[in-house]
C-alpha cells in the first residue's frame, strides 16, 4: 500500500471519528449474545441488538464485530443500507438463517453469512477487518461502532479488552444478557448468565447493578525487590508479604511416588519494580496441597523466602494467600533466545526466574519425549538438528527443555523424537536440577511438524569366521516383587514386564542379529534374564547362555553376559570389586576393605571368561556410577572405577601379553571424559566406538545432549580382528511412549540407550576350527518402516558401518587410531 493511500484512510478514519463522536447514539446497545452454540457455532452463534431510547435510529453506518483494532484480523460487518430500529425495539444478528431456524424454529432480523434470500445479510466492513466475525467460546470481545467510533462493547470469558474483570463465560447452549437492558455501567454488572436465551426479547424492569468500585489495595513491595539482582534473594530466610497474578503451576512427582505443587506469580502489569537485572517472579511451594487458584487470580501472599538448590521460592511452612481477584491481566511473555555456555545461560535466565517467557516461532527437538513429561528444544534460528556432547568442556549449547504442568500424568503432551518441529511454547521459567526448563501449561497450543519414523538397518550376519559383540543396557528390568523395600526400585506390573520382554527380545534378535556375546546392565535377577533367553530363542534359533551374579546395588539392578552356546564356551565368571578412600556409602559382604575405605562398586564389573571356538577372551561388563548427585560431585568415583579396570586389565596382560579382552558397558561419561581415557590411556586398550563418525557417534540423548556414554574397548589383538562396527539408533531417539508399543512400533524404545555393535573376524591362523555359520536362525533383516511414518529422517537412524577389510591395512589402521587416542588422552 502506498504512503498516499495510507494518508488519505488515516485522515478519513480521523475525520469519521471526530463526525460520529458528535452523533452517536447512546441509545443503541448490545443486550444479547449466544456464543456457545450447540453443534456447529459457526451457524448457530447470534447477537441482538436494542434500542432503548425514544427515537427511530438509521443503522445505515453502524457495525458489529468482534475485532477491537482497526486493520486486525478478526470480524466487523456494517447493517444494510436503509436498515432501521424502533424505539424499544430488539432485532438478531445470525450466523446463519438455516442455523437460528433450526433452533427457534423463526428467521432472524439479518444472518452474516447468506443462507436465506429472505433475510438481509450484514455486509463487510474492510476498512475496519476483513476476518470472519466468529466469537470464541473460551473468550471474546464484542464492539458496536457508529461510524469508526466505539459506541458499546463488551469482553466475556478471558479476555479482558473491554474491561475486567470479563463477563464470565457460559455453557454450552447458555447466552449472556444486559439484564435490564438500558444498563450501561461498561463493565460486567450489566451482564448475567441465560440457561434459556430470549433472542428479540428485552427487559426493562429492574435496577442497574452498579459498576464495582476500584479496589484499593494495600501499597506492597514488587517481586524484584525480594528477588534481588544475584542468584540468592537478599531476603532468603524472610517473611514477605507481596503481590502477584498467577501465570501458572506445576505438579511433581518424586522418586518415592509423593506429588508437590508449585505455583507461580508474577508482578501484575505496571506493578513491575522496572529493573530488567531482577526477576518479577516468584515460585511459591505448596507442598502436597493441590492448588485451587487458577490462571489470572490475584493473590496476596505472605510466607518465608527460601532457597531450594539456588531457586528462590516461598516455603509451604506458614504460608498465607488471600485471593484478591480474578481474571486479573497477565504479563506479556518474554521471548528468550539463550546464549551458549552453562555460566553465559545462567546469568541470562537469573532475572528471567520463575517469570512468564515464550519461545517465538519454531524450535527444532534435540531431545524426545520422556516419561516425566519433558523434552529438549533449541531455537530453530540456531541451525542446530542436534547437539553434540563429547566432553565435560564442552561449550553448552542453547538447549531449553519443555516440561508439561504435570510430570504425573503427561495427559496431551506430545510424544515428539529428535528432528521433529515445535512451536507455542510458553509457560513459567523454573530452575529443575540444574536447568532452567520452561512449564508449559496449555500442551494443545503447542504446534508440531513431525518428521518420519526412520528404518532401523538390519545387523551384518556373521561369516563362518566371524562373531558379533554387543553391549546393551535395558533399563531399569525390574520383576513386580518389592526385594529391596527402596522406594526408588520400580515395581512394574506383570503386563508391563512382559511388553518389556518383548520390545528386548526384538531389539536382541532382530535390531542386533542374535550377537554371540552380549554384556548386559540394568537389570535386577536372573529370572527375568531366564525368561529373555527363551522369549529370544524362537527368532535366534538358540538359547541364551545366561551369566550372572547378584550384587551389592541398593535398587537390586545387576550386570550379566548372554552369551551363544553354539559358539561360547564360559569357563569362569566372578564379580570384581574394589575398595576406594572415597566415601560410597556401600554395603557389600562379599568384601573386606582396609580401614578408611569402602567398597567401590554398588554394580561390580563381572569378568567372564569365554572361549570362543577354542580361542580365550576376557570380557568385563560394566556399569560404573551414574551422574545422580552432580556430574562434577560423581566424576571421581567413575575415574577410580576406571582405575579398578585398568589394574584388572594390565593384570591379565602382565600375565600374559597375547590376552584378548573386551572391556564393554554403561560408563555413565562421555567418550572424552577422564574415566573413559584414562582407560584407554593406561591399559592398552582401544574404544572401537570411536570410529564412527560424528553424526552416528552416540546412545544416549539426555537434556537434548547426544553423548557416547556406552563403550566397547578391547586390547590390541582383538582390535585387530574388528572387521566392523556400528551402534544401532533405535531407542535414545524416540519418545518413551513408545516403550509400550509391541505393534507398529516394535523395534522403537525398547530402553533408553542405543545399542553398540562389534564385529570380529578371527584370522586363520587363531583357531583350527571355524566358527559354524548359525543356520538355525533365519537372518534378520530391517523392520518395516510404520505404515503411519514412512521415510527416513535426516537426524539419525541411518546406521553407519565401519567396515575395515583388507589384512594388513586393517591392521595399521586401528593401531593409528589407537596410538592418536593413547597421545591424546
Not at 536382541?508 to 529370572?527: D, K, R
Not at 587363531?766 to 538355525?776: C, E, L
Request: hydrophobic letters at 40%; proline letters at 8%; one cysteine or more.
Amino acid at each position: 500500500m502506498s504512503t498516499r493511500i495510507v494518508s488519505v484512510i488515516c485522515l478519513f478514519l480521523a475525520t469519521a471519528v471526530s463526525l460520529h463522536a458528535q452523533s452517536q447514539p447512546p441509545s443503541l446497545l448490545i443486550t444479547e449474545v449466544f456464543y456457545n452454540a450447540p453443534g456447529v457455532d459457526g451457524e448457530r452463534e447470534w447477537i441482538e441488538i436494542a434500542n432503548v431510547g425514544t427515537a427511530v435510529l438509521d443503522l445505515s453506518d453502524i457495525k458489529v464485530g468482534d475485532e477491537e483494532t482497526a486493520g486486525g484480523g478478526e470480524g466487523m460487518r456494517r447493517f444494510p443500507d436503509g436498515a432501521q430500529i424502533e424505539p424499544g425495539q430488539a432485532i438478531v444478528i445470525a450466523q446463519t438463517a438455516a442455523g437460528f431456524r433450526e433452533l427457534y424454529g423463526r428467521s432472524p432480523d439479518y444472518e452474516i453469512i447468506d443462507t436465506d434470500t429472505a433475510v438481509p445479510d450484514m455486509r463487510g466492513f474492510p476498512l475496519w477487518a476483513g476476518g470472519d466475525l466468529a466469537l470464541g467460546n473460551d473468550g471474546d470481545e464484542l464492539l458496536l461502532l457508529d461510524g469508526i467510533t466505539i459506541i458499546d462493547q463488551l469482553s466475556y470469558g478471558d479476555s479482558h479488552e473491554a474491561f475486567s474483570p470479563p463477563v464470565p463465560g457460559v455453557e454450552t447452549g447458555q447466552s449472556i444478557a444486559r439484564i435490564p437492558a438500558d444498563c450501561d455501567t461498561d463493565s460486567a454488572a450489566d451482564w448475567q448468565m441465560q440457561s434459556t436465551p430470549s433472542p428479540g426479547q428485552i427487559s426493562l424492569d429492574g435496577d442497574c447493578s452498579a459498576a464495582p468500585a476500584p479496589i484499593e489495595y494495600d501499597n506492597l513491595p514488587p517481586i524484584g525487590s525480594i528477588q534481588g539482582s544475584g542468584p540468592v534473594s537478599p531476603m532468603v530466610n524472610e517473611t514477605v508479604t507481596f503481590r502477584g497474578v498467577v501465570i501458572g503451576q506445576f505438579e511433581d512427582i518424586n522418586s518415592s511416588g509423593v506429588t508437590y505443587y508449585t505455583l507461580f506469580v508474577q508482578d501484575l502489569p505496571g506493578q513491575e519494580d522496572g529493573d530488567p537485572a531482577t526477576s518479577d517472579g516468584m515460585a511459591v511451594f505448596l507442598g502436597r496441597e493441590r492448588p485451587s487458584y487458577h490462571i489470572g487470580d490475584q493473590l496476596r501472599i505472605t510466607g518465608l523466602v527460601t532457597e531450594f538448590y539456588d531457586y528462590t521460592e516461598i516455603d509451604d511452612a506458614g504460608l498465607d494467600i488471600t485471593l484478591e481477584a480474578s481474571d486479573a491481566p497477565l504479563p506479556e511473555p518474554i521471548n528468550i533466545a539463550p546464549p551458549n555456555g552453562r555460566s553465559a545461560q545462567n546469568a541470562y535466565f537469573e532475572p528471567l526466574e520463575s517469570m512468564l517467557i515464550t519461545l517465538d516461532g519454531p524450535a527444532n527437538v534435540v531431545g524426545p519425549t520422556y516419561s516425566g513429561c519433558g523434552f529438549a528444544v533449541v531455537r530453530a534460528d540456531s541451525g542446530l538438528k542436534r547437539v553434540f556432547r563429547r566432553s565435560a568442556d564442552d561449550l553448552t549449547a542453547p538447549i531449553v527443555t519443555i516440561l508439561h504442568e504435570s510430570d504425573k500424568d503427561c495427559g496431551d503432551f506430545p510424544h515428539l523424537q529428535v528432528g521433529d518441529a515445535v512451536s507455542g511454547a510458553m509457560g513459567p521459567l523454573i530452575y529443575n536440577f540444574d536447568q532452567f526448563k520452561i512449564v508449559q501449561q496449555a500442551a494443545d497450543e503447542l504446534v508440531v511438524t513431525a518428521v518420519p519414523y526412520p528404518a532401523i538397518p538390519a545387523p551384518p550376519t556373521p561369516a563362518a569366521n566371524q562373531f558379533t559383540v554387543a553391549t546393551f543396557n535395558v533399563e531399569n528390568h525390574f520383576d513386580y516383587v518389592d526385594d529391596t523395600g527402596n522406594d526408588a526400585e520400580p515395581k512394574p506390573s506383570l503386563d508391563e514386564i512382559a511388553v518389556k520382554q518383548t520390545k528386548l527380545a526384538y531389539a536382541i534378535a532382530h535390531t542386533l542379529g542374535c550377537p554371540a556375546l552380549i554384556g548386559i546392565q540394568e537389570v535386577e535377577n536372573e529370572a527375568l534374564l531366564l525368561d529373555l533367553a527363551a522369549e529370544t530363542a524362537v527368532d535366534c534359533g538358540f538359547t541364551y547362555q545366561v551369566t550372572h551374579r547378584e550384587s551389592a546395588d541398593a535398587r537390586g539392578i545387576d550386570v550379566a553376559l548372554f552369551s551363544d552356546p553354539r559358539l561360547v564356551t564360559v569357563t569362569a565368571a566372578a564379580l570384581r570389586q574394589g575398595c576406594t578412600p572415597i566415601e560410597t556409602g556401600i554395603t557389600d559382604d562379599s568384601i573386606t576393605c582396609p580401614a578408611g575405605q569402602q567398597p567401590l562398586f554398588s554394580r561390580p564389573p563381572l569378568q567372564v571368561d569365554v572361549t570362543v571356538s577354542e580361542i580365550d577372551y576376557t570380557i568385563f561388563v560394566n556399569h560404573f556410577k551414574s551422574k545422580r548427585g552432580g556430574e562434577a560431585e560423581t566424576t571421581p568415583r567413575r575415574t577410580a572405577q576406571a582405575q579398578h579396570i585398568v589394574e584388572l586389565v594390565n593384570g591379565l596382560q602382565a600375565a600374559d601379553e597375547q590376552a584378548r579382552i573386551i572391556v564393554l558397558g554403561d560408563f555413565n561419561d562421555y567418550e572424552q571424559s577422564p574415566p573413559l581415557t584414562l582407560m584407554t590411556s593406561s591399559a592398552k586398550l582401544t574404544n572401537v566406538l570411536l570410529q564412527i563418525p560424528d553424526a552416528e557417534r552416540y546412545s544416549f540423548v539426555f537434556s537434548g545432549n547426544s553423548q557416547l556414554i556406552d563403550g566397547i574397548l578391547v586390547s590390541e589383538n582383538v582390535a585387530e580382528a574388528v572387521t566392523a562396527v556400528t551402534i544401532q539408533h533405535a531407542n535414545a531417539d524416540f519418545p518413551d511412549s513408545l516403550g509400550r508399543d509391541t505393534g507398529d512400533f516394535l523395534a522403537y524404545k525398547a530402553t533408553d540407550h542405543d545399542l553398540p555393535l562389534l564385529l570380529l573376524t578371527m584370522k586363520d591362523d587363531d583357531s583350527d576350527h571355524p566358527t559354524p555359520a548359525p543356520t538355525a536362525a533365519p537372518s534378520p533383516t530391517a523392520p518395516a518402516t510404520p505404515a503411519n511414518d514412512p521415510g527416513q529422517s535426516e537426524t539419525g537412524g541411518g546406521g553407519w558401518w565401519v567396515w575395515l577389510l583388507g589384512g594388513l591395512a586393517a591392521v595399521t589402521a586401528v593401531l593409528a587410531i589407537s596410538n592418536k587416542l593413547n597421545k591424546h588422552s
